[in-house]
């Protein structure tokens, strides 16, 4: 386990609640930037549709509509480490995502969205708040999705941000020198 | 540097190496007062702090076992993490924000400038501004504070900017880039603030003041210092006169010690001070240590906080540079006009987009939330801090059942809102989001609390013995050679960030303690 990871599991065990679900991991999402579509998902656990379930199960809890699946990917490959780890994560996925595709005569991939969402937050409620708990952190603490979201992230490698923008905002008028005095 | 031995009577053990304990080991260092430094946390370096939000809460946090109760929103959302505090040598200096700013006259005599408020357990402090004046003087010297002492504001950031324009857009006056312990230029040895954005993450320039890398080492240089990392006090243990004579901790390997004691300073915040000597319970003190009262535990406060944060069309960049240089101090006053009684500060604020993910909305997911998620970059923020009413019921308390890993109970904190918080806040919310809306927001988010950095009260400070645990000099009423010297000795809390009155109470408190060990009273 990496040092990374057993921070973030430690503090999702500790937090437990809404914010971060019950125990769940956000192992390391070992992805690199790829064009869209061009990835392939090596699952351990999970089958080949429970990954596809889980990847769109993803997409509703935290849809971002210009975020190409390669990230949501994340997130599954995430929830697959701790079901590989605990057969009761394991089966707990299972059971949410046999839940979703019997709520109707239709497996749920292949509903709408509309009704996709409805079952989600009806029947499939306890896998909603899984992934939610694990996406929180997998989904939102992957470099590559910084980029996507303008985040830079650390900065003391490169001197901090001084000069790099940490005052460039033109769009207002500055702030008189006695508010906010020059930089030495 | 120095090592005592465990059997050396003649030392002071000071519990807990941030604001309070950190600089009060040092004051009677320099005093030449031989001191123990029993710090629980490890010994990290500035090297060693990561420009990583989740990699450095894991890192300096304290993830010991905690629980909760009470209808606060961190009960439900992070029922383990009550706090947002450290568990490192320097404490939480290493995490905080760098807000120095001095309570105002009225705030240390709130019951006679309050009234009676129902519900809550108001007190005036035995001291006012007056005595702690020249100690804050010392405190904003010591720290560098900015705009005291010749030293200049720090430059705006984006996200001042922001805040600048709304606030004087709104007729605010009091608006600047604060009153900072972050060097804006280089002091005391130590470099210029070079606006890395990650103040909470460990200061990687050592800009921003922590006991880690200035009270600590010029203790040592004394030699009177004898720094114990990884060193978990459990027990303070007393004679038969009632005097405290020794700490019992434990080791990294999980081995018990006990420290000799000449006198012992409790600062190991406001859950594990009260903890500390709630634990230490004997047949002489049956419920707990210098607690007489039944007020050790009692009176928690965390400040009323809450967050704005507001999206707009332009980029903000918000994570760029310090993070809490920008302040509007208008609606610090006292004007029950409003519809409450005490005030709050509008501070910047901005986290990274990971804690945002976990911040923002506890728990919350779909669109709405992914909508602010989209426009992170476009996002500036602030955050509230004011003066929360005291209460009894909301405390620290001994779990009933679960222990820690030294198989002690573990803290759990109580924590209701009074409506005097509810009304304040709802206020602050309102006027945060006018100031972004006069610049044109396009929505605001009215942010909930976050597991609390700021942990008062809950050993406070009181003329009357009945009333609290310690004195004016935070000396424990019940024992005399037992001091606290922390945030747990506010009184009440004021609307100011607290680092600074812990700092400048801890250097009043050493000269006491130096005086009375002079006089043969300790």
Redesign the interface.
Known sequence: MTLEAMNRRRFLHLTGGAAAGAAMIAAGVGLTAAPRGAWALSLESLDAHQGATLLKVARHVFPHDTLDDVYYAGVVQSLDGKAAADADVAAALADGVKALDTATSVPWLDLSDGYQLRILEGPGETLLHTVKGDAVVSLYNNPLVWRHFGYEGPSAQHGGYMNRGFDDLNWLPDPDEQASPPSA | MAKFDNNDDSVVVVIGSGAGGGTLANELCQKGIKVVLLEAGKHHTIAD?I?????A???LSW?DKRTTSGTWRVA??????PAWICKAVGGSTTHWAGASLRFQEHEFRVRTEYGDVEGASLLDWPIGLADLEPWYAKAEDKMGVTRTNGI???????N???M??GAKRLGYKE???GRMAIN???RDGRG???????CFQGC??GAKWSTLYTEIPKAEATGNLDLRPESQALTVTHNDQRLVDGVVYAAADGSQHRQAARAVCVAGNSFESPRLLLNSASAKFPDGLANSSGQVGRNYMRHMTGSVYATFD????M???TTMAGIISDESVNDPSRGFVGGYEMETLSI???F????LD??A???L??DA??R??HMAGMWLVGEDMPQESNAVTLHPTEKDQHGLPVPNVHFDDHPNDIAMRSHAYRQGSAVYDA?GAIRNYEVPPYPSTHNLGTNRMSADPTRGVVNQWGQAHDVKNLFVSDGSVFTTGAAENPTLTIVALAIRQADYIANEMNRQML
Do not use: I
């Open positions: 702090f420009n990583d939000e989740w990699n809460f894991g890192q993830l439900k959302d992070f029922p383990g993490l200049p504001g720090l430059p705006g950031n984006n001042f900017k922001v600048w324009n608006v600047h880039t804006s230029r280089p210029a603030c070079q606006q890395l954005g990650f990687k320039t332009k980029p903000v960049n994570y760029r540079g990274g987009l990971p945002m993910a976990a911040f506890p728990g997911y779909g669109s939330f992914t998620m989209d992170y970059d610049v």
